[in-house]
């Protein structure tokens, strides 16, 4: 026994010895493993690259009766692995910005597109030729009942477990003035842009929306007219070039898309209608990304707190146009109110309603999304990188054959113009920050 003693004693000890070598050997692994996610994450995309490249050079052995599924999954394929890749990347430190970046870029882009195919290219009915959900303010209104219930239900649970969670009780009359001014500029901002998409190609659309950093600038002045005054006058001077250089790129581009319609009076008139909408959104949306700073900085409202108090408001609002204002429907079909539209796709195409409803979920978290990246770095970054993210979603938009540039030399031009815009807008971008 005794020598049963010694020996587990010796073995304890061979144990105990090389311990501080092991937690050594231990902590130098752990200071690595950074790099090695960072190389794991860099594999992960070149896989996604080649898989994609695969499935796009397989084209040929697709049936013929899935071109919508294979079309729809081109769309989203690099949006789901942007996210894919950052989600995970968000809990590495040293990568936590690009993963936020790529989290933005995955949710914007994704949503523009799937916005874009639910509302002017989902087939409703092939015998009548009718394509999308041209019901824009009542789809919107149901996407914020949707945040609104999916919140507040998540809220409740939260208080049966160990963390709950509680909104920010609004204590002022002027509080809830200022939520409901936020609500307004919320419901103007994506009912209005998602109402010219009945008009506007995808790429139209997101030139346009490239101006908000000229809006942004202009509600700032009105807001805050003495923080634009404490400029230098030489970064003034390069912010005022940048963004009428941006803006004549976007007339330019416009210019051309009018001028490849102009056989068709109906279409020129529609891409009018639909420019002058998403003017009008774009400063609604410059008013609701100001308002969003001052009510994280002023009342103290996270990005779940706006997100939930917003829902129900903006909804209301939002009802309001979707059972009066008569509008153009599909073609060859007479106007109808957005109710009414709803009505003829649940009669014809359910399932259309239910992808309008699965936005709704994702238009709930991308709120958030956007919302937290203001929060946590800037309205002027998060402009920076959504005119990234609306370059890269009209290449891809061109890429997967969502849409065409125009034939001839006005296709050449429009890409010339649309480049220059994005640019324009990028470099105001980048002054802004170096403030």
């Known amino acids: 026994r005794h020598s049963v003693e010694i020996c587990s004693h010796g073995s304890f000890r061979r144990l105990i010895e090389p311990l501080p070598m092991k937690v050594t050997t231990l902590v ?3 200071q690595r493993w950074p790099q090695r996610r960072r190389g794991l994450v860099l594999a992960a995309t070149v896989t996604l690259v080649v898989l994609f490249e695969k499935t796009r050079s397989a084209v040929a052995n697709i049936p ?5 599924t294979y079309r729809l999954f081109k ?3 690099i949006p789901l692995a942007a996210l894919c890749i950052g989600l995970p990347c968000r809990q590495i430190e040293s990568l936590r910005t690009p993963a936020q970046l790529a989290v933005y870029f995955g949710a914007q882009t994704g949503m523009l597109l799937f916005a874009k195919v639910v509302i002017s290219s989902a087939v409703v009915s092939e015998e009548l030729g009718l394509h999308g959900l041209p019901g824009a303010f009542l789809m919107t209104a149901i996407h914020q009942i949707i945040c609104f219930v999916l919140f507040g239900a998540g809220f409740v ?3 049966m477990t160990p963390w709950p969670y509680r909104p920010k009780p609004l204590t002022k009359l002027s509080d809830v003035y200022r939520i409901l001014l936020f609500s307004a500029a919320f419901a103007a901002n994506i009912g209005l842009n998602n109402f010219s998409f009945q008009f506007l190609p995808l790429s139209m659309n997101l030139i346009i929306r490239s101006c908000l950093p000229i809006a942004t600038a202009i509600v700032q002045v009105l807001a805050h007219p003495a923080k634009i005054a404490a400029k230098g006058a030489l970064q ?3 912010e005022i070039l940048c963004m009428l250089a941006g803006v004549a790129c976007a007339a330019l581009a416009t210019l051309a898309q009018s001028q490849a319609q102009r056989g068709s009076t109906a279409n020129s008139d529609a891409i009018l209608t639909g420019v002058l909408v998403c003017v009008v959104s774009i400063f609604a949306g410059a008013l609701n990304m100001v308002l969003a700073c001052e009510l994280g900085s002023s009342m103290q409202l996270s990005s779940l707190d706006m997100t939930f108090y917003m829902g129900l408001p903006s909804a209301l609002m939002l009802l309001f146009p979707s059972f009066i204002l008569s509008h153009p ?13 709803h009505c003829k796709v649940y009669d014809l195409a359910p399932g259309v309603l239910g992808l309008a409803m699965l936005l709704g979920v994702f238009a709930a978290w991308y709120n958030v999304t956007q919302y937290s990246l203001v929060h946590s770095m800037s309205a002027t970054y998060t402009t920076f990188a959504g005119n990234f993210n609306k370059a890269t979603a009209i290449v891809i938009s061109l890429a997967v054959g969502l849409e065409k540039l125009p034939e001839g030399v006005w296709g050449h031009v429009m890409l010339l113009a649309t480049l220059g815009n994005i640019g324009s807008f990028t470099v105001y971008s980048i002054l802004q920050l170096k403030q």
Not at 64 to 68: F, G, H, V, Y
């Open 329 to 341: 429907s599909w073609p060859g079909q007479p106007s109808m109110t957005d109710f009414e539209v």
């Open 64 to 68: 013929a009766t899935s071109p919508a």
């Open 236 to 238: 003034h001077k390069q």
């Open 75 to 77: 769309e989203v394929c």
């Open 28 to 30: 130098a692994r752990s």
């Open 157 to 159: 649970i939260s208080w």
